[in-house]
């Protein structure tokens, strides 16, 4: 298979990964779908301090899923749904959901499966984790909350599934902020081997596909993903109460089967589920994304920073725009820049 059409993160950042292992960041020049100019700004990582909690959590049924969430701003206001990744929760979102919700906005900021107070309706559902089965729990949570069409904002899994409601279910979506870009997955893209300072960067994942790393990950789950946090925004000072606040999203029953879950099946290891097979295979074609869109690069996508890898993607209005000095958590460590991403988008037309 080309490598035109590998699509998922391990392409985009393939030439990122060996950048991070060499110590360098590289300056990069603009990426743009349609004629729209690219920004490159310095931003200085928030030094997150405790700030107020969220307002008290809610729990609703949708699809498979009981879904604690978070729903802040005028309930008549547009909506955006703001979705985290692994190794985060909806902590990711403090800062910015108050800044969108004094603009107006509905925001809702859901725990996916496997995190925080969500949890599968029934013992019997497999602790499935593969990319559209995560894409549906947040097309059954707009349906729960009778929402027709939202911004879909998000980083790590929270931007994969992003593209993938914006590429399977356009209807839903009013626009996408996607952190990194396009990371749809291609299953037989994923089994060709890249560089070994590549390889290096992705060792999470091998670890998990063994017997050996499950039990270590579910052993040592706070101080492995600390590490991780360290690792992916080595200039972002946060401190242990921050740190706590979202670890204790992993005390999930299911936490450690949906991480394992979902690197394996990335990796050809672990089977997803029949019901699911239509929606891979449209991904695997790695569809356009047609609604308008920002992408957002930092620190950590290192010489792919500029986005020239997937701006093809993006078909709709689009610009793309680069945080120097910004690790992955880009809405915890630049809450005004992603706030302020979501708002220029919505603008878009």
Not at 70 to 80: C, L, M, N, R, S
Not at 96 to 112: D, N, Q, S
Not at 324 to 333: D, F, L, R
Request: aromatic residues 12%.
């Amino acid at each position: 298979m080309s490598r035109e059409i590998n699509y998922d993160r391990r392409h985009f950042l393939s030439t990122a990964m060996m950048t991070v292992a060499a110590g360098q960041f590289i300056e990069i020049d603009s990426a743009d779908a349609q004629p729209s100019a690219a920004t490159s700004t310095a931003v200085t990582a928030t030094r997150p301090e405790m700030q107020p909690p969220f307002g008290p959590l809610k729990q609703i049924d949708a699809g498979v899923l009981n879904v604690g969430y978070v729903d802040a701003g005028p309930a008549t206001g547009p909506a955006v749904m703001l979705l985290h990744g692994w190794p985060y929760d909806i902590h990711s979102f403090v800062d910015v959901a108050p800044l969108l919700a004094a603009k107006g906005y509905r925001v809702i900021v859901p725990y996916l499966r496997g995190y925080g107070s969500t949890r599968f309706l029934s013992t019997d559902t497999f602790r499935n984790a593969q990319q559209s089965a995560v894409a549906l729990d947040m097309i059954a949570l707009l349906d729960a909350l009778k929402i027709q069409k939202a911004i879909i904002a998000g980083f790590d899994w929270g931007a994969r599934t992003a593209d993938i409601m914006a590429a399977l279910w356009p209807d839903r979506c009013k626009a996408i902020v996607s952190v990194s870009g396009y990371l749809i997955t291609n299953l037989a893209a994923n089994l060709q081997p890249l560089p070994p300072a590549v390889e290096w960067g992705w060792w999470y994942q091998y670890y998990f596909a063994t017997e050996r790393g499950e039990r270590g990950y579910r052993e040592n789950c706070r101080e492995f993903n600390k590490l991780i946090w360290k690792n992916v925004s080595p200039k972002w000072r946060f401190d242990d109460a921050t740190y706590d606040r979202t670890a204790a999203a992993f005390n999930n029953p299911d936490h450690v089967s949906i991480v394992i879950h979902n690197y394996r099946w990335r990796l050809g290891l672990a089977k997803g589920e029949p019901q699911y097979d239509d929606f891979e295979q449209r991904l695997f074609a790695g569809p356009v994304i047609t609604v308008p869109a920002i992408t957002i690069a930092s620190d950590f996508d290192g010489a792919a920073a500029d986005g020239a890898s997937y701006a093809k993607k993006f078909s709709g209005k689009y610009s793309h725009q680069v945080l120097k000095g910004i690790g992955h958590n880009v809405p915890q460590e630049a809450p005004k820049a992603f706030a302020e991403a979501i708002v220029e988008v919505d603008g878009y037309r």
